[in-house]
Structure formats: C-alpha cells, structure tokens
C-alpha cells in the first residue's frame, strides 16, 4: 500500500548549518510530492510540491527534488535560522482509489539553536 | 484570497455537548477536507467532500457529523464525543479530489473533551 518513510527525529542544529531530512514514498502511479511544515500551536503550510520526475521544489531556501529513481523527496536547506524549528511532513497526493487521501510520513521535530 | 478559515480556534466541551467546527474557504476549491491530528503525530484523514457530496468517509464514529452546506462552508458536527477525541481539527481544500494539486490547511480547531 501507499506510505511515507521520513528521517526520525528530533533533529537539532544550530544556526547556519546545512539541514537534510530524507523521505521515500512507495506509491502506485505517478504521485504529487510535497513538504509541509507545522509551527508551533498553526496548521500545516505548504512548503514546497513537485508533481513529476526531475522536479526540484523550492521554497524559503529549502529544495527538494522528485526522485523518481530511487522514490526519494528529500528536503535541505544550505543554512537554517532559528525561525525555522518547527515540525516537516513528506507526503504525497496518488490517483486511483487514493484519490483524495494525502499520506503522510510520521513527522520530522526540528530544532535550530542560536 | 488563499486562506482557510477555521472557527473557533479553541473548543472545551463536555461529553454531553453538542458543538460544530466552521471551516471557509474562497479560493473556489472543490474538494473540502477534515483531518484529525494527535500531538506529535501526522494528520489523519477523516471526510472528504468533492463537489458539496461526501466521498469518503474513513469509518469515522458517528458521533462526528460532517456537513458541507455550499461550496465555501464545511462544519463539522460534534454530539457524546469522548476524552480522546481530543486533538487538533484541521480543515483543507483544493481544487478538486480527483486532482493532485497541494492541500490549503486551516490553522485548525484545538478541541478538548472533557
């Protein structure tokens, strides 16, 4: 069935280090892929998408490319601030009978210390 | 206008209250969507309605009630609920279920249940 592997955290760094989260994804068909972020006490905020192979999302400094190879999505930021602890979920739109069902990975807690 | 509104922010209930949860949205979204999210864990899917009918029902208790009165409205109808079912209720949107454009997440309802 479809699911998301995401990097268990926490993870913690310190300010102006280089931040990677891995997601792989098994799915059927093409999937959209996205990264959403949750701030503390907020909803989720859409932080970046691709929708086909070779894609390369991008956002407030933070990229991910849509490997189709290898089922990757994973996320980095060359140097993270402090604004950005907050929780990353992988997740991923499929068709089929899954149309409508975003599936997630279980959450990364990021913490960036001054 | 890219937001989705959620009401009311913050809920304590009884578990013999009735109260509902207020989601809006005019982005002209299609498909309308409540998700239910324990503390540090993704968000789960609950309803999902496409075009004002509901399509997907996750073997929900029906102790939640879902309703979508037009195409910018989504309540959410609470009656008998138990102490955990106390969460955080997200509401989203996008432009049609059968799409696989990005979800737009509510800052969602923290709901305790006493």
């Known amino acids: 069935g479809n699911s998301v592997t995401q990097m268990e955290g926490p993870v913690t760094l310190s300010e102006e280090a280089f931040l990677t989260i891995n997601c792989t994804y098994t799915?059927?068909?093409?999937?959209?892929l996205f990264w959403y972020v949750q701030y503390p006490g907020e909803g989720l905020q859409l932080l970046l998408k691709a929708t086909k192979a070779d894609d390369k999302g991008s956002n407030k400094g933070f990229e991910a490319t849509y490997r189709k190879e290898t089922t990757s999505f994973h996320l980095e930021k060359g140097s993270v601030q402090v604004s950005d602890s907050a929780v990353y979920f992988c997740?991923?739109?499929?068709?089929?009978?899954?149309?409508?069902?975003?599936?997630f990975g279980q959450g990364t807690i990021l913490t960036v210390h001054p | 206008d890219t937001e989705v509104t959620q009401t009311p922010k913050h809920l304590v209930m009884g578990m013999t209250n009735k109260k509902s949860l207020k989601c809006e949205q005019h982005?002209?979204?299609?498909?309308m969507y409540w998700y239910k999210q324990k503390a540090k864990k993704p968000p789960e899917l609950m309803f999902v309605?496409?075009?004002?009918?509901?399509?997907i029902n996750e073997s929900v208790p029906s102790r939640f009630s879902p309703e979508c009165p037009n195409s910018s409205l989504l309540n959410l109808h609470l009656h008998a609920l138990q102490p955990e079912d106390s969460a955080l209720y997200l509401c989203?949107?996008?432009?049609?279920?059968?799409?696989?454009?990005?979800?737009?997440f509510g800052s969602g309802t923290q709901l305790s249940v006493l």
């Open positions: 799915a059927t068909g093409y999937p959209s």
């Open positions: 309605y496409s075009y004002e009918k509901l399509s």
């Open positions: 982005m002209g979204h299609r498909a």
């Open positions: 997740a991923f739109l499929a068709g089929g009978t899954s149309y409508g069902k975003l599936t």
């Open positions: 989203a949107s996008s432009q049609a279920m059968e799409g696989r454009e990005k979800l737009f």
